[in-house]
């Protein structure tokens, strides 16, 4: 990949299950190199993950879909479905079955992307036949691996639930998230505090991440936004067993999630764990990361793993 290419230049058009979106392909560097599927976390874009996706690109071709309701892409409502997980599991299943037909594939789920990840698994155990590595990337597994306090748990899954009913959606988009709005109150929200203290001090770095800010809240479809909220805080991806190891990155800094209950969880689920972890700060690299940045949330244990060819993997 040259280093003047930009996100858009590997940006093409996605047309599946009667919905349009957009799908980012950079095709492998070298021979025998992998495919690489990543399916990328809750509020996001193509755009947003373009940093650490270019780390990826120096193990193999890499394709990033967008979901639906996010990065601008037609919701699940357009087909009157709902913006639950099962449907995001079986809309994966769908693209894999469709893009890698008689190829074998490595998948990297990013928080909310690795829960669709692991219920598409789940849904379609033939699938994980076609999968060479399972990559968790500070994905999670349960609603009690959040470290909110109770109250602000219960505000988070609640108030989604209710902003998810019309009119609320449309209220929300044109009341709360005007630039304006977001540019004097997202800051200060707790959340969102995590994110801009990466970039505390440097006015400019400040400016381009509200710029991404706004663009991912205008991308993102509100009411699937608040859909996938109540589903990630209500979610319970246990039950079932994948027949695969997993790959699990992870910071002792994560403001999001009990570590011991996430691999207590995933020892369970898979049929075996491998932590890998990070001295990363925050639960994932900045909206505005470039791929130096962005590198160290690929650690040197698992770039190891990733430099073996596919054919000797």
């Known amino acids: ?145 959040f470290k909110f306090t109770t109250a602000r748990y219960n505000f988070y899954r609640y108030s989604a639930e209710v902003i998810s009913l019309w009119p609320f959606p449309f209220i929300f988009r044109h009341v709360m998230l005007r630039p304006r709005v977001l540019r004097k109150l997202y800051a200060r929200t707790n959340n969102a505090k995590h994110k801009f203290k990466q970039v505390e001090g440097d006015e400019a770095a400040l400016k381009a991440m509200m710029d991404m800010e706004i663009e991912l809240w205008h991308n993102n479809d509100v009411r699937s936004y608040m859909q996938t909220t109540t589903q990630l805080l209500s979610v319970n991806n246990c039950e079932e067993k994948v027949d695969l190891p997993v790959w699990h990155i992870f910071t002792p800094n994560d403001n999001y999630f009990d570590n011991d209950i996430v691999e207590q969880q995933m020892r369970v689920v898979f049929t075996d764990f491998v932590p ?37 993997a």
């Open 1 to 145: 990949m040259k280093a003047d290419k930009t996100a858009a230049d590997y940006i093409e058009p996605l047309h599946i299950n009667g919905m349009k979106g957009r799908m980012l392909n950079i095709p492998a560097q070298r021979k025998n190199s992998r495919e690489i599927l990543v399916i990328y976390g809750h509020h996001s874009s193509l755009e947003r993950w373009w940093g650490l996706v270019q780390n990826f690109s120096d193990f193999g071709a890499v394709t990033m879909p967008d979901l639906p309701g996010f990065g601008g892409m037609d919701s699940f409502h357009k087909i009157g479905k709902h913006a639950t997980l099962d449907n995001y599991a079986d809309y994966m299943a769908a693209f894999i079955k469709m893009r890698y037909r008689r190829k074998k594939v490595s998948i990297v789920g990013i928080s909310f992307g690795f829960l669709v990840a692991t219920r598409m698994l789940q849904r379609y155990p033939e699938l994980t036949s076609k999968v060479e590595v399972l990559v968790s990337a500070m994905g999670f597994m349960h609603r009690d691996n």
């Open 276 to 312: 890998i972890p990070l001295s990363a700060k925050s639960h994932s690299p900045s909206v505005i990361a470039t791929k130096k940045e962005a590198a160290q949330f690929i650690p040197p244990l698992l770039r190891k793993m990733l430099r073996t060819d596919a054919n000797t």
